[in-house]
């Protein structure tokens, strides 16, 4: 990873694990100010999990194929392919990620074949929703954090499996119809809207947003996002209740901000999603970051 620019953010290791292709760390960042920095990776696939909120505003293009002023959204997964420059801007602010490197003569051995990244695969690398993903680099970062038995044979295997799920949502890119889905300034008022109110808005309040009936709007979004509406509305809430965790905030104030019926059913939900509980997360989120 290299930045650029007049501010340099600082990067820490925390813990590493690697066997033959890949190569998995816990990483912190300390950006002291908003930040424009370029990242690069070689010939290997670097996947990044943000383990704690990225900072407000992080955004992503490929100045080399875009040029400098198209920026998309990072999620809370991202994929840079080798050989590709990624030019991330965004605030200020402390992070930890899992950032796993998988080289890529593994992943198209696994795959069958080399992988298209042509515009609609990269802008999708930039926020990738699958599960099936997610929940794989969150047992690289348990096997990172705390190495088992056979530790490195097992980081071997789930590389193997995440090479493998990256190479299913390759496909399933491709596979997406070409139109249908969602303008560009739609999904942008879908992302503000979640960013400016954490209550869950209701699908009759985006689409109306839109312009759209309930039926278009479900059906464009998962062209465009590969995922559904209401699983992309949760995805993000779980960012935000991270962010407000991290601030300090207690557990029953954000549940009920969050428009939950109570904080045990905001702890059900958040440990659905991030796979620990909301005062679990803030405590290993604050002994990472310490």
Excluded at 71 to 83: A, K, T
Excluded at 90 to 109: N, Y
Aim: net charge positive; with cysteine.
């Amino acid at each position: 990873m290299i930045a650029t620019e007049a501010v340099r953010p600082t990067m820490c290791i925390d813990a590493h694990l690697e066997t033959e292709g890949v190569r998995a760390e816990i990483v912190r960042f300390d950006i002291p100010e908003p930040t424009d920095s370029r990242h690069a990776v070689g010939k290997g696939y670097h996947v990044n999990m943000c383990l704690t909120p990225r900072p407000l505003q992080s955004r992503g293009g490929y100045r080399r194929r875009w040029g400098p002023h198209r920026l998309e959204r990072l999620g809370d997964i991202f994929v840079l392919p080798p050989g590709e420059e990624l030019f991330v801007k965004g605030g200020s602010g402390r992070q930890a990620s899992l950032i796993c490197t998988i080289g890529a003569g593994l992943v198209h051995e696994l795959v069958g074949r080399e992988l298209t990244w042509d515009d609609p695969h990269l802008a999708a690398a930039l926020d990738i929703s699958s599960a099936q993903m997610r929940a794989l680099l969150f047992r690289i970062t348990a096997e990172v954090r705390h190495p088992g038995l056979a530790a490195h044979r097992m980081l071997g295997f789930l590389g193997c499996e995440l090479a493998i799920e990256l190479g299913r949502h390759c496909i399933e890119v491709a596979e997406r119809p070409v139109t249908g889905g969602l303008s560009g300034w739609r999904l942008r008022l879908i992302d503000e809207r979640l960013a400016d109110d954490v209550s869950a808005p209701g699908l009759e309040e985006l689409a109306a947003l839109c312009a759209l009936s309930v039926r278009q709007l479900t059906r464009g979004f998962r062209v465009s996002r590969a995922c559904s509406i209401g699983d992309y509305v949760e995805q993000r809430r779980m960012e935000a209740a991270k962010r407000l965790l991290m601030q300090g905030e207690s557990v029953k104030t954000i549940a009920f901000s969050m428009g939950f019926a109570s904080p045990s059913s905001f702890t059900f939900a958040f440990r659905r999603s991030v796979g620990a509980s909301p005062s679990s997360f803030r405590q290993r989120q604050g002994r990472v970051l310490a």
